[in-house]
């Protein structure tokens, strides 16, 4: 019965960020006091809020929808239609900067008569993290895996060129060299890997790799200046 609520709530608030508790009702055949149940559930796991008679769901916490039903074996590909672009940069976005990170989105760089654009720069000391999300029903592997890496490998020499004036926007002035980090997001439920230096990173597992990362910095490319 829960999965059920909670399909729900993200197909009611894939256009909108807000439902009614009447809404889900309707949509789900479950009865009144049932749903309220589950909803104050849900709220006290902080994956809604309520404002007045709605209920409301930010990115970040329609993502949570989704690791509580994947809880329910829901699969991935079958979730990740109810996530945007925008629901995963800034989910993201928002993992980066519970752990102390500063951070950009939708970085433009231009290069050549080209415009590029990173989706994420998140920096941290000298460190920053050029991310490319990704946001893909199936696992990244094989050519098109390869086509990636090197677009976004690119793209991270683009943002070392740049880095100076991206720093700024960010507030950031590097004492010492700063060290650009390729990385690639994705959606699947797989272990994180690193294809040519460039670490690929389901973000269900993104909050571990960055706590743990710097253990092994020397089988991954770090692009530098000078």
Known sequence: MEEKILISILRLTQEKNRFLMKNLVEET????????????????????????????????????????????????????????????????????????????IHQRLKFNGKTYEV???????????????????????????QHIVENHLAKANILLKNIKKIGEKAGKKFVNKPKILPMIICLTETQPKIFDGVPVVPILKLKSFLEGFYGYLDQLRILKSG
């Not at 460190?127 to 098109?144: E, F, M, N, S």
């Open 119 to 145: 989706d994420v720069v998140a920096f941290y000391g000298e460190i920053v993290l050029c991310i490319d999300c990704k946001h893909w029903k199936h696992g990244l592997k094989g050519k098109i895996l």
């Open 29 to 104: 055949l479950i009865s009144k006091n049932l749903i309220k149940k589950h909803l104050q559930t849900f709220l006290e796991k902080g994956l809604l809020n309520k404002s007045g008679k709605f209920f409301t769901v930010s990115s970040t916490q329609k993502f949570m929808v989704v690791v509580e039903a994947l809880k329910h074996g829901i699969p991935i590909d079958v979730l990740s239609k109810y996530l945007t672009w925008k629901d995963f940069e800034h989910t993201v976005q928002n993992i980066l900067e519970n752990l102390g990170y500063d951070t950009l």
